[in-house]
């Protein structure tokens, strides 16, 4: 019906397929990252076993599958179904099929997912989470192959990706001095929270080229992020904008799933014909005959208000003097507030743990060996690896440590299974030095980093100049009894 064409966006089909795929994906690595993890950080005998939350999870009214019961098992089958659901959407299968079929593969995705995060506690707690639910639900309602892509939806999207770049530009001009005078990318690739195999390289850039880089973060989150709502080629070129801009961050970091997201949600701007033109080999037209059932069109329109009296709070919080981070403002985690990066750390601290078989722990130098970790920075000879957009949460947990305090929870609970050489907890390291015996004796030593210059590196192979601050937790052993005494 002529009167419904409003509804149909038939030059955003290749738009569609990137967010549906894509975003499936990303859902993919995730369930695979918290299958691979999840029992060792969270699980029955983990870290913080989620069995002692769940009380609390309760009194927050958090969904989750996981509210009168956690078991391993369960969450191990949540994974699987959750990837297999994943793989299925990569692949395009539930797009085949009626638009319901496709919405309803999403929302199971979301749906598991949140009940993943919703009691993964600090663990869990990073931006990239909820965000990554947010384009879950929405993407759902993007329809499936049998339908044009709807229009009301992509502009949501559209919206979404302008939350997440405008809300970090404004985090970053209202919040530390260095990205006002221009200094942030100084520090910034040294200081990350996980730098990846180029990151030494970008550190090493003149300053000048620094300045460039702040000069284009603000052009692309401040300005840019406007004309995703222009028409197009405008919208489609402020889309290859970010696009870019994310993808320099993906080669000079590892920010987990974070710039994928946006690199993908940015593609709900271009349009078939901008695609064409770039990559001559994407088709014009996808539905010369496709119609929207009405009973399509009411439930995306419910959905569509729906976000958009959730928007309202995120809205104010953009233009707030006490704008929030990273927060969401109902329990399903939709249409949240996003941001990063603030402030830039000027110096690197990193949390060394280091074991030995010594009886005394006052065991000489020598006879103290470091555990490696898989991502985060401890031999100065070793080049960073690239692991975005899989996602290293002790790694992570580990590089917040300096910044806040040692004396967390997980990481003496951390410190008591590698006492006990815990297979799973080992099992996220990268590297034991005692081969799986038990140490006498862990401690965990506080080191500033800073990147070798090119001079140093060609004079000692070292990537990494680190010095040593202090004992940031003195030596503890287990006592017979298998408690923990310094």
Same mark, same amino acid.
């Given at each position: ?27 993919? %690595? ?11 950080? /969270? ?24 509210? +009168? ?7 191990? =089958? !949540? ?14 299968? #539930? ?33 990239? *989470? @909820? ?21 009301? %939806? ?16 404004? @985090? ?30 970008? $550190? ?39 696009? /870019? ?28 014909? !901008? =695609? $064409? ?7 014009? *037209? +996808? $539905? ?12 995306? !329109? ?41 402030? !830039?750390?000027?110096?690197? @601290? ?16 020598? $006879? ?15 080049? #960073?690896?690239?692991? =975005? ?9 580990? +590089? ?7 004396? *967390? ?78």
């Amino acid at each position: 019906m002529e009167w419904m064409s409003w509804f149909d966006a038939r030059d955003y089909e290749f738009a569609r397929q990137v967010l549906q795929r894509g975003t499936a994906a990303l859902y993919l %690595i995730a369930f695979l990252s918290t299958l691979n993890q999840f029992p060792a950080l /969270l699980g029955e005998r983990g870290l913080l076993p989620v069995p002692d939350f769940l009380d609390m999870a309760r009194r927050l009214g958090r969904p989750t599958l996981f509210r +009168w019961r956690y078991s391993d098992a369960l969450l191990k =089958a !949540v994974c699987w179904a959750g990837i297999a659901t994943a793989t299925a959407l990569v692949f395009g299968l #539930p797009q085949t099929g009626p638009p319901w079929l496709s919405m309803a593969a999403f929302l199971a995705l979301w749906f598991l997912y949140m009940s993943i995060v919703n009691v993964g506690q600090t663990f869990y707690g990073f931006g990239w *989470e @909820i965000l990554l639910l947010e384009a879950g639900f929405t993407v759902a309602f993007l329809g499936s192959d049998q339908t044009p892509p709807p229009t009301t %939806i992509l502009i949501l999207i559209v919206w979404l990706v302008f939350r997440l770049e405008f809300g970090a530009g404004m @985090i970053k001009v209202r919040g530390g001095r260095e990205w006002r005078d221009m200094t942030a990318m100084f520090y910034h690739h040294e200081t990350q929270p996980m730098p990846g195999p180029f990151s030494r390289q970008a $550190h090493l850039l003149p300053r000048p080229l620094h300045k460039v880089e702040v000069a284009g973060n603000h052009f692309a989150q401040l300005v840019v992020p406007f004309f995703l709502f222009a028409p197009q080629p405008l919208a489609s070129i402020a889309a290859g904008i970010i696009i /870019l801009t994310q993808l320099w961050l993906v080669s000079t970091g590892n920010f987990a799933w974070l710039n994928w997201v946006a690199i993908i949600l940015a593609f709900a701007a271009v349009s078939d014909p !901008v =695609a $064409h033109a770039v990559f001559p080999f994407i088709p014009l *037209e +996808w $539905h010369q005959g496709a119609e929207t059932p009405l009973w399509w069109l009411a439930v995306v !329109v419910l959905v569509t208000i729906l976000l958009l009296v959730f928007s309202y709070r995120p809205l104010l919080n953009l233009f707030s003097s006490h704008q929030l981070m990273n927060a969401s403002f109902n329990r399903w985690r939709l249409v949240n507030a996003y941001g990063a990066f603030g402030t !830039v750390t000027k110096q690197r @601290i990193e949390i060394v743990v280091e074991g030995t078989l010594a009886e005394e722990a006052d065991a000489p130098e020598e $006879h103290w060996l470091e555990y490696g970790f898989k991502g985060k920075p401890g031999d100065v000879r070793r080049l #960073p690896r690239q692991w =975005a957009p899989y996602h290293l949460r002790l790694d992570w947990l580990m +590089w917040f440590l300096p910044l806040r305090t040692v004396h *967390e929870d997980w990481f003496y609970a951390f410190l008591d299974k590698l006492l006990l050489a815990d297979p799973p907890t080992l099992g996220l390291l990268g590297n034991d030095p005692f081969d799986g015996e038990r140490p006498r004796w862990v401690r965990a030593r506080s080191y500033l980093y800073r990147f070798a210059s090119r001079a140093e590196f060609r004079e000692t192979g070292e990537r990494w100049v680190r010095v040593l601050l202090s004992d940031a937790i003195p030596p503890l052993s287990l006592s017979p009894r298998g408690r923990r005494v310094p």
